[in-house]
Antibody, heavy 119, light 108 residues
Framework: QVQLVQSGAEVKKPGSSVKVSCKAS????????ISWVRQAPGQGLEWMGG????????NYAQRFQGRVTITADESTSTAYMDLSSLRSEDTAVYYC????????????WGQGTLVSVSS | EIVMTQSPATLSVSPGERATLSCRAS??????LAWYQQKPGQAPRLLIY???TRATGFPARFSGSGSGTEFTLTISSLQSEDFAVYYC??????????FGQGTKLEIK
């Protein structure tokens, strides 16, 4: 069974950066897309971008272009999401999610990482 | 960007009754539509993909229908564990995914 385990909660200052990790186990890492989805408090889900480990470059939602970097380390089966120039509106739970039964869907999710941005 | 619009924002239904949730896409997504269930404090869980295929672990009272721009999630006889927030997501274009804003299904 695929499991995604994310790094712990972070508290950041405005203007700084945060890097969240997502370690996969129990399945094949290479070739299965991993995306990052965030959820602000009391709000809906927002797709940020994704990568196919071992195959392609990352792709990002337009609103995050230039501010987010998604990478994958095949040697450790770990994906990373780096978000820069943080502002209070970036306070959210950040999830990694792996493709599921259909490519483009999210059948496996990490537990979520709360990133709080406050001065 | 394809905009996904869900309605209603909140749906109040009694246990045992039927619930019907709607999702509309701003342009055709074919059958590349998924539904997710999210309970408080938990990650979302894939419920339906391909507009109508139930994911593993969900009972037959959950069904999805539609294609193109109009989609429906139906829960035929609500159980207590079904009260949650439901999101639709389109995946018609690779790595250009969008979610609806969610429908909260609450106990009447």
């Amino acid at each position: 069974q695929v499991q995604l385990v994310q790094s712990g909660a972070e508290v950041k200052k405005p203007g700084s950066s945060v890097k969240v990790s997502c370690k996969a186990s129990g399945g094949t890492f290479i070739g299965y897309a991993i995306s990052w989805v965030r959820q602000a408090p009391g709000q809906g889900l927002e797709w940020m971008g994704g990568i196919i480990p071992g195959i392609g470059t990352a792709n990002y939602a337009q609103r995050f272009q230039g501010r987010v970097t998604i990478t994958a380390d095949e040697s450790t089966s770990t994906a990373y999401m780096d978000l820069s120039s943080l502002r209070s509106e970036d306070t959210a739970v950040y999830y990694c999610a792996r493709s599921g039964a259909a490519a483009g869907t999210f059948g496996y999710w990490g537990q979520g990482t709360l990133v709080s941005v406050s001065s | 960007e394809i905009v996904m619009t869900q309605s209603p924002a909140t749906l109040s239904v009694s246990p045992g009754e039927r619930a019907t949730l709607s999702c509309r896409a701003s342009q055709s997504v074919g059958s590349n539509l998924a539904w997710y269930q999210q309970k408080p404090g938990q990650a979302p869980r894939l419920l339906i993909y391909g507009a109508s295929t139930r994911a593993t672990g969900f009972p037959a009272r959950f069904s999805g229908s539609g294609s193109g721009t109009e989609f429906t999630l139906t829960i035929s006889s609500l159980q207590s564990e079904d009260f949650a927030v439901y999101y639709c997501q389109q995946y018609n274009n690779w790595f250009m995914y969008t979610f609806g804003q969610g429908t909260k299904l609450e106990i009447k």
